[in-house]
């Protein structure tokens, strides 16, 4: 501000433009600014644009028309009502963390704790608490280890994963269906027979990452995120559950890779890393160097890939493995497999003298190749693992509980088979379904006989409990090709 010699009136000079230029900061004697200041993450106003929005239906549509969009600002989607909304998302019955807190335990509590988390989460000085280890039986025999997480580390993780799926979910190829919204295991399934009958399919890729969720490395998963995350505060938030660790038997232990299995972004952020390490590679190998008909299924880290040619499959697993190698991952050796499968393969094993083709599993079920004359081609069974398994778990809870009324044990067993069926009750699989049910009906015989020393149970009175709690074996899910074409409506979520 200067004075003019004529007048005592100060004169203002005029101020430059604050945009696009360091002079501005130099007229308000301040430094230049850090950071993405040439960068925006929205209209000022809905006026000036359109689609701009600051909620996140507006992040969903400029990540949408915008592939290539970083998104500055993403932590003020994290409100209170968020918060609130997502604790409303968490299992009620989960298992508590480290923190002994129940979600029965923190709903009391709430309205009063919410606001002061979300001050925590915005001011910074929130602090991720390590995972508690638990291990749970798999259907080898192995144990699965989970990392479960303190009850507040959940809420947070599942409103973070909120806003990383509003724009995620735009960039997310169709063949992906693990942990996704609109998509299940049974779309998986429905999208590989229909692609294996209708696609000229010779050869199945049975691809099964070993130890994946345990060996996610934090620097690659942070590279990944910052190809549409600018906003380092949620980064920030992020890099601390990875870092976070596990406590078992009283002990911590530091994490350097990997993302607990079990927790509430986990799913979140395994779908990212193998979207930029393995689906955008294996989509444009298909285009750029398969000689024929290539599918492509995943759901989380089990992949499922039809070749019609054999050398494109040998092809694509070597480079597979390269590709894996890149990013700290590699197959496992056991599970993973080359075979002669599809709709040509029952006639091709003929003329080779083999009985019948091969089998493979995914997603619960094994897929055999059939007579065309049955009217499947591909015909899906109950894994005998997975029934064995399932058998034996309920054959141990019957004898626990042979004491207990048998209205009480009736309507247990009822919500278990009913469960069971959603789930395996497909089209081929009744044959396998009825021998699972003739089994536990015959385990609750059993136990109920085990009541007393007096074997008195007559089968007009048994058959009597069976048909009011053992529900019928039915057919639950429709052929794949009727739910596939509805839920794609003509565009391929194989492909």
């Known amino acids: ?35 993405n200041a040439n960068e925006s993450p929205a209209s000022r106003t809905q006026s000036r644009d359109k689609y701009a929005s600051m909620g996140l239906e507006g992040v969903r549509e400029t990540a949408r028309r915008n592939r290539q969009c970083r998104f500055t600002a993403l932590l003020h989607h994290v409100t209170p009502s968020l918060l609130v909304e997502s604790f409303y998302a968490l299992r009620k019955q989960a298992a508590a963390g480290v923190d002994g807190v129940t979600w029965h335990d923190y709903e009391s509590e709430l309205y009063g704790r919410v606001h002061e988390l979300h001050r925590e989460i915005h001011t910074g000085i ?92 934090h620097d690659w998963m942070i590279r990944f995120l910052e190809h549409r995350i600018a906003d380092k505060r949620v980064i920030r938030l992020i890099r601390k559950w990875l870092k976070a660790g596990t406590i078992e038997n009283g002990l911590r232990t530091a994490s350097v890779r990997g993302t607990p299995q079990g927790s509430v972004i986990s799913p979140m952020l395994s779908n990212i890393y193998l979207h930029y390490a393995l689906d955008l590679w294996a989509h444009q190998w298909r285009g750029r160097y398969a000689l024929g008909d290539v599918i492509l299924v995943r759901y989380a880290d089990d992949s499922v890939m039809g070749f ?104 247990w067993l009822n919500r278990v088979i009913r469960g069971y069926l959603n789930y395996y009750a497909v089209p081929g699989n009744m044959r396998r379904l009825s021998g699972f049910l003739s089994e536990v009906c015959r385990a609750w015989r059993h136990s ?29 899910h429709p052929l794949p090709s009727e739910r596939f074409h509805v839920s794609t409506s003509g565009r391929s979520r194989m492909r």
């Open 1 to 35: 501000m200067y004075a003019d010699e004529k007048s005592d009136t100060p004169i203002v000079p005029k101020k430059l433009p604050n945009k696009g230029s360091d002079l501005a900061e130099a007229m308000e004697e301040r430094g230049v600014a850090l950071g």
């Open 448 to 476: 109920l006989l085990r009541r007393s020393q007096r074997h008195r149970l007559p089968w007009s009175r048994f058959s009597r409990l069976v048909r009011k709690f053992i529900p019928p074996c039915r057919v639950v």
């Open 308 to 411: 019609q040619y054999e050398g494109d499959a040998k092809r694509f697993l070597a480079a597979m493995r390269e590709r894996l190698a890149q990013f700290k991952l590699e197959l496992h050796p056991d599970k993973t497999r080359l075979i002669r499968f599809g709709r040509y393969a029952m006639q091709q094993c003929r003329e080779r003298g083999i009985r019948k083709p091969e089998t493979f599993d995914f997603l619960g079920f094994t897929h055999c190749c059939s007579q065309p004359r049955s009217g499947l081609l591909i015909v899906r069974l109950t894994i005998k693992k997975r029934m064995r398994a399932s058998l034996a778990a309920i054959r141990e809870t019957l004898m626990r509980r042979r004491h207990e009324s048998v209205q009480v044990v009736g309507r």
């Open 126 to 217: 929130y602090r991720a608490q390590p995972s508690r280890r638990v291990h749970i039986p798999k259907a080898d025999g192995k144990l699965r280890p989970l990392g479960i997480a303190a009850l507040e580390d959940k809420i947070v993780q599942q409103a973070i994963s909120l806003v990383l799926g509003a724009i995620y979910e735009q960039d997310f190829l169709g063949f992906s269906y693990g942990f996704r919204p609109g998509k299940g295991q049974h779309d998986a399934l429905d999208a590989l027979s229909e692609g294996i009958e209708g696609r000229k399919v010779n050869w199945i890729l049975d691809a099964d990452i070993r130890s994946f969720f345990d060996e996610i490395d």
